[in-house]
């Protein structure tokens, strides 16, 4: 099972981006599939999350600029960014609760991060 991000770039103040994440493999069922980010020397912080039945869950810094949503056909999980700011500027992870189809056993994976920096 891996996830493969995309979607991340350079973009002015204002403007918008859409991340994407495509969880393939083994896969029995996807739980809980999210986002996070890392700032330079900050620790990894939760930017949004959405559980298999479309709840969703976001950090008070992005709440109304950021919509996460996912396409549980496609094992595909989606960050629209609208109104970005500086401080939006981070490596972007998304991850899921995966349940293996083989061998079995549910584990959290990550995607290998894409890079989101704003900046005029």
């Known amino acids: 099972v891996q996830l493969q991000a995309s979607g991340g770039g350079l973009v002015q103040p204002g403007g918008s981006l859409r991340l994407s994440c495509v969880a393939s493999?083994?896969?029995?069922?996807?739980?809980?599939m999210g986002w996070y980010r890392q700032a330079p020397g900050k620790q990894r912080e939760l930017v949004a999350a959405?559980?298999?039945?479309?709840?969703?869950n976001y950090a008070d810094s992005v709440t109304g600029r950021f919509a996460i949503s996912r396409d549980n056909a496609k094992n595909t999980v989606y960050l629209q960014m609208n109104s970005l700011k500086p401080e939006d500027t981070a490596v972007y992870y998304c991850?899921?609760?995966?349940?293996?189809?083989?061998?079995?056993?549910?584990?959290?994976?990550w995607g290998q991060g894409t890079q989101v920096t704003v900046s005029s």
């Open positions: 991850n899921a609760n995966i349940r293996r189809q083989y061998p079995g056993g549910s584990y959290i994976y």
């Open positions: 959405i559980t298999s039945g479309g709840s969703t």
């Open positions: 493999g083994s896969i029995f069922s996807i739980n809980a």
